[in-house]
Nanobody
Framework: QVQAVESGGGLVQAGGSLRLSCAASGRTISSYAMAWFRQAPGKEREFVATINWSGGSTFYADSVKGRFTISRDNAKNTLYLQMASLKPEDTAVYYC??????????????WGQGTQVTVSS
């Protein structure tokens, strides 16, 4: 059974940066295209970014394009999300997920419990 632990969230001022990590166990992430999603209070979960199995192809939601960078280290079985120029509207719980398809859009499975990111104005 796959388990993943997201970390790196916290409280940051607007304009600041955070780096999220998703360390997986029980399954090899190299078999999957991976993604980050987020869910703010009272809102639906939304797509943030995705990366193919090798890391050679990425795709971002318009709301984070140019500010966030998704990456992966298959040897460490870990997915990352570097977030810069953070805005209060980026406040949410961030989750890592494995896509069932090779590219986005695709159905997906959330792997971890999420990490809270709070951006103060």
């Amino acid at each position: 059974q796959v388990q993943a632990v997201e970390s790196g969230g916290g409280l940051v001022q607007a304009g600041g940066s955070l780096r999220l990590s998703c360390a997986a166990s029980g399954r090899t992430i190299s078999s999957y295209a991976m993604a980050w999603f987020r869910q703010a209070p009272g809102k639906e979960r939304e797509f943030v970014a995705t990366i193919n199995w090798s890391g050679g192809s990425t795709f971002y939601a318009d709301s984070v394009k140019g500010r966030f960078t998704i990456s992966r280290d298959n040897a460490k079985n870990t997915l990352y999300l570097q977030m810069a120029s953070l805005k209060p509207e980026d406040t949410a719980v961030y989750y890592c997920a494995a896509l069932r398809g090779s590219t986005w859009p695709s159905s997906y499975a959330i792997w971890g419990q999420g990490t809270q990111v709070t951006v103060s104005s």
